[in-house]
Every structure is written in structure tokens, then in C-alpha cells.
């Protein structure tokens, strides 16, 4: 079973920020590691955190490329820190303000 962990999708992300990858290519690394089904999301993190991250996951992999929002990553990172008492509102920052309409 291939894992996905909440640091590397942080270092993804990061590396999206910085520039280092382009919205293309951020995109393909959650297709890639996103669509198995044998692949595990956060394994030992807590509830919101695992929702968080297919969240995430999901939104870049099905987003149209240039409706990525640099402010998403901030959004992304907040999210991925929430807990039952935020995570309604950071999920509505991620995926209403994180992306262009």
C-alpha cells in the first residue's frame, strides 16, 4: 500500500509556491499519487486532517489550470491545521477563495 503524507503534500505544495513547479506540474503529482486507489492519505493523522488533504488533493487535481490562486497555498496550509472547531471555515477558504470562479 503506497501512502501519501501530510508532509509531502506540504512539500508539494511549498514547492508549488516557490515556483519551483508549475500549476501543470503540481497538478500532475496529485493525479499521480491521487487517483490510485490503493493509495493511503494520511495515515495516523487525525480525521480532519485526512479530510483536509483529499480535499486538497482533490481540488488541484480537478481544477483547470488557470484557476490556481497563489493565496491557496496559505488557505492549504491553514486548512491542513484545522480542527473540528475550524475546519469548516478554512475548507470554505481553501475552496472558494483558494481558486479562480
Not at 3 to 25: G, P, R, Y
Not at 38 to 46: F, K, S
Not at 47 to 67: G, T
Request: negative net charge; charged residues 25%; glycine residues 2%.
Amino acid at each position: 500500500m503506497t501512502e501519501i503524507t501530510k508532509v509531502q503534500l506540504i512539500e508539494q505544495l511549498h514547492l508549488w509556491n516557490s515556483q519551483k513547479i508549475d500549476n501543470e506540474q503540481l497538478q500532475e503529482w496529485m493525479v499521480t499519487h491521487y487517483d490510485p486507489p490503493e493509495v493511503e492519505i494520511g495515515l495516523g493523522e487525525t480525521e480532519w486532517v485526512v479530510d483536509a488533504m483529499n480535499i486538497i488533493m482533490n481540488e488541484y487535481e480537478l481544477a483547470k489550470l488557470n484557476k490556481f490562486k497563489r493565496e491557496s497555498y496559505q488557505f492549504a496550509l491553514a486548512f491542513l491545521d484545522s480542527d473540528e472547531n475550524n475546519f469548516e471555515q478554512y475548507k470554505y477558504y481553501f475552496v472558494h477563495d483558494g481558486f479562480l470562479d
